[in-house]
């Protein structure tokens, strides 16, 4: 039996394209002293007023230890606070501190300097279409967190 050549594999392509800009973020974000997975979570914070954990695990697609663990390092590095829900004891709200606002507005350039350099020679309308093949396979895959 032949095995297929890995390197043709859509879905080896995606996990490489994936690790390679996220590992190019992380080298632009390293002055800063946050991973791009921490960075994820902040600007979801930052773009939201009172959000709970759960909405932010759900936006960048964490399980909820590992969401848990990303807002107890943004919290001690002082970019978050938590408070108690009003409405739910158990639950708290989120919201980024000026210092962690100021960290996203500082890096957003960054962010988008990745992204142009990694979709360099793709037209607005292959981007475009990108997105939405994207979309359809993490629709089609569901939410893999769900119990």
Not at 4 to 10: A, C, F, I, T
Not at 63 to 77: C, M, N, S, V, W
Request: charged residues 20%; aromatic residues 6%.
């Amino acid at each position: 039996m032949t095995l297929p050549n890995l390197q043709h594999s859509p879905g080896f392509l995606l996990g490489s394209a994936y690790r390679r800009i996220s590992i190019l973020f992380s080298r632009a974000l390293k002055p800063f002293d946050i991973t791009p997975e921490q960075w994820t979570v902040l600007y979801t914070i930052a773009s939201h007023d009172n959000v709970n954990q759960k909405a932010v695990a759900a936006s960048v697609d964490k399980d909820q230890p590992t969401t848990a663990r990303i807002l107890e390092l943004l919290g001690k590095k002082g970019l978050i606070t938590k408070t108690v829900s009003d409405n739910d004891r158990r639950a708290y709200l989120l919201n980024a501190t000026a210092e962690g606002k100021a960290l996203i507005d500082s890096t957003l350039a960054l962010e988008q300097q990745n992204l142009d350099s990694a979709f360099a020679g793709l037209s607005p309308s292959q981007i475009e279409e990108l997105r939405l093949i994207l979309k359809t396979i993490c629709r089609n895959t569901g939410n893999i967190y769900e119990d």
